[in-house]
Nanobody, 122 residues
């Protein structure tokens, strides 16, 4: 069993910053990748940023200049530093992990956190 627990969401004004964190725990042999997704007023979750085990990162276009994803190996924790926040960033942010509980390799399972609310006021 793998658990992902997010923290760091909250209410900020336009132009402010937040740092989201997501800690993975449980039956983990290797974390192949982790990332952040968000769900705003629309019905679908969208990719914000991902990071792989070799350190490669991927960002949505709107996040490239303002957000930074990082991973703490010692704590199995992924972070998302969000700067220059805008009202359109308001959403529930979900942590995702592609994790192999049995061995090293690209095989794994997708796990999701419960989500953390980010609200940016105008």
């Amino acid at each position: 069993q793998v658990q992902l627990v997010e923290s760091g969401g909250g209410l900020v004004q336009t132009g402010g910053s937040l740092r989201l964190s997501c800690a993975a725990s449980g039956s983990i042999f290797v974390i192949n990748s982790m990332g952040w997704y968000r769900q705003g007023p629309g019905p679908e979750r969208e990719l914000v940023a991902t990071i792989t085990s070799d350190g490669s990162t991927k960002y949505a276009d709107y996040a490239k200049a303002r957000f930074t994803i990082s991973f703490d190996d010692a704590k199995n924790t992924v972070h998302l530093q969000m700067n220059s926040l805008k009202p359109e960033d308001t959403a529930v942010y979900y942590c995702n992990g592609y994790i192999n509980p049995y061995s090293t390799g690209p095989f794994g399972y997708d796990y999701w956190g419960q989500g953390t609310q980010v609200t940016v006021s105008s």
